[in-house]
Each structure stands twice: as structure tokens, then as C-alpha cells.
């Protein structure tokens, strides 16, 4: 009897809404989208094969995989609710709240991003972002002591090992977290990436029917409903931060209001491949406006991109020969 109580205050619950947690992955990770769906798909083989299962309302909650452009990170995981009318179980309302924001990152690629200067780009996306720090997490994929270069001298062992870019890649995992307000985890490999993701996913779906409640709130849910317009605001309190002042320097795609006359050039120039913000605000520095670069471009070809040079960590270089190679061939024709 007590049984078929629990079952029918549940399924009287799940007539109010019914829910999803959906996993949306950025259609650049092939990789990360195979893991997770042999992962995901376990996760699902096990639960519906538990036979001493207490929570029988989690096969309720479906746990499903989109795989598309994303805005913002490599993850996104979402919960959406939908509301039910309990005569003809017809959706009348629907709300999507991101719930975590992944941002995954090999040792290599998070070196590489810090000397380019997408790392200050990509995290200042982020932290402009609707999402609570807390909730956006960067997933650091890899083994520094193996996947790092360089030489330093070990005292104690008296030997000479590789990895001076060791000491960047702590740093900037150190700042991600205690400067920047970001979480951090570690994982070795993809494959340990996807299954972290899956179990995130799978926590948040029980969490969810639980009504157990985030640490952080997130700042906006996205009201799907199709005859409402608005979105329901949900105020928190968020770190502050110093905003830079060329904003250009460290974000590609922007809001409108952060657009301006001055750094709307160095923002175009951004979105051609392979251009850093560095590059684009170097170019942008001489030739002032995108006609005028055009202009000298077809006057003088890629002449007048090889005379560059800037100063960066106190050594002066050059635009990059692909740097060049693409502007020519997306502005020169």
C-alpha cells in the first residue's frame, strides 16, 4: 500500500512537469560527442536494469544529447522543465535553465590559448556570461608533468627535466579558480572528461527530483513558451571584476552595447580564422579602419602586413605568415 502511494504522488508530480536534463555538446567536439553517448548510454543500461532502484521517477527524466554550434564553452547542461495539463497531457509552457557551462581544455591547447591570448579572451566571455562562476566549470584534460615543454633544473634529483610551461599551467589554473572565480577540474583523458560530464548530468537529474537547490543560483532561466517574450530574472549576487579597457582585446563575439566606432574594426578583423584579438588590434593600430586597410591591401598585397611588428613579452614579432595568408584571402579578393 505504501508503495502504491509513492507511485502515485510521483506520477501525480510528473503530471505538473516533466523533465529533461539535456546535454548540449558544441559541434567542433566528434570526439567528445562519441564518449559521451557510449557513456550516457550506460548510465541509462544500468538504470533501467536495477531491479533494487529506488528512485524509479529517474527513468522519468529523459537524459538526451544535442550536438551544435554553443555560443559560450564546449558543454552546456541544461535542465528543461515543461509544463503538463493534467487533462489532455498536452504541453502548455516550457523553461530551459543552463545549469553548468564546460569549458574543456587539453594541456597543450590551454598553453597555446595563454600565448595567443585566447585564454583572457575565452574567460572574459565567460565571466560576462548569465551563468554564476561557480557553475562554469574549466575541465583541464591532461597530465602537465608529460604534456608540457621546456627544461628546468630538478634539485633533488639532480637531473634535468622537461616542462618550463609546467609553471604557466598551474598559474593559470591557480588564477582560473582564486582570481577569476571559475571551477576547476582535472581529468587525464577524453575518455575521463565524457564520463565526468555523463555523471554530472546523472547527479543534476536525481539532484533535480530531489528539489534539492544549487549552492549558486544562476542569474537567468530562458522562458520557452512561445507566446511569452520575456525572461525571468533571478538576482544574485556576482563578483566584480575589472573590465578592460579595450574590450576588443579579449572577446570576439560580444553583446551589442560593447560595440563602439573604436573597436568595431578589431572586432571584424576577429572573426576571420586564426586571427588572435592580439593581431587584430596591432593591424587595427596602423590602418585605423577596415576600408583603409582594405585599401592598402589591394595597393600593396600582403606588404603592407609584413612590415608589422609589436612587442610582446618584451620580444618584438611579426603577423604569423597564415596570419596574413587568411586576411589576404578574405579582404584582398
Known amino acids: 500500500m505504501k508503495k502504491w502511494f509513492n507511485d502515485f504522488f510521483i506520477n501525480i508530480s510528473l503530471m505538473e512537469t516533466i523533465s529533461e536534463i539535456q546535454i548540449c555538446i558544441d559541434n567542433r567536439e566528434h570526439g567528445l560527442l562519441k ?4 557513456y550516457l548510454d550506460s548510465i541509462e543500461q544500468f538504470s533501467n536494469n536495477d531491479s533494487g532502484n529506488k528512485t524509479p521517477h529517474l527513468k522519468k527524466i529523459q537524459l538526451t544529447i544535442t550536438f551544435k554550434p554553443l555560443p559560450i564553452g564546449d558543454v552546456i547542461i541544461k535542465s528543461i ?3 503538463c ?25 590551454l598553453l597555446s590559448s595563454i600565448k595567443d591570448g585566447r585564454y583572457e579572451e575565452q574567460s572574459y566571455r565567460l565571466n560576462g556570461s548569465q551563468m554564476h562562476n561557480h557553475n562554469i566549470i574549466y575541465l ?3 597530465s602537465i608533468l608529460t604534456q608540457s615543454g621546456g627544461q628546468y633544473h630538478n634539485k633533488y634529483s639532480g637531473k634535468t627535466n ?8 598551474y598559474s593559470a589554473i591557480f588564477s582560473l579558480n582564486y582570481y577569476k572565480g571559475f571551477s576547476v577540474i582535472r581529468t587525464v583523458s577524453l575518455e575521463e572528461s565524457a564520463l565526468f560530464i555523463c555523471n554530472c548530468a546523472n547527479k543534476l537529474r536525481k539532484g533535480f527530483m530531489d528539489k534539492k537547490k544549487p549552492y549558486y543560483t544562476n542569474t537567468t532561466t530562458t522562458n520557452t513558451d512561445p507566446t511569452s517574450n520575456s525572461n525571468m530574472q533571478i538576482n544574485d549576487d556576482q563578483p566584480t571584476t575589472q573590465q578592460s579597457s579595450h574590450y576588443s582585446q579579449v572577446i570576439k563575439k560580444i553583446k551589442k552595447d560593447n560595440i563602439t566606432p573604436t573597436n568595431i574594426g578589431a572586432i571584424m578583423l576577429c ?3 586564426g586571427i588572435s584579438s592580439i593581431t587584430a588590434v596591432v593591424i587595427m593600430n596602423k590602418f585605423h579602419t577596415i576600408e583603409n586597410l582594405i585599401k592598402n591591401i589591394k595597393e600593396q598585397g600582403d606588404t603592407c602586413l609584413k612590415e608589422i611588428t609589436y612587442t610582446n613579452n618584451d620580444k618584438t614579432r611579426k603577423i604569423s605568415k597564415s596570419s596574413i595568408e587568411n586576411i589576404i584571402k578574405f579582404l584582398g579578393n
Open 35 to 38: 564518449q559521451i553517448q557510449y
Open 81 to 83: 522543465i515543461k509544463s
Open 85 to 109: 495539463n493534467s487533462e489532455n497531457m498536452e504541453m502548455v509552457t516550457g523553461t530551459e535553465t543552463e545549469e553548468l557551462i564546460i569549458e574543456r581544455k587539453s594541456i597543450s591547447d
Open 140 to 142: 583541464i584534460e591532461g
Open 162 to 169: 622537461k616542462g618550463n610551461d609546467k609553471f604557466t599551467a
Open 271 to 273: 572573426q576571420i580564422p
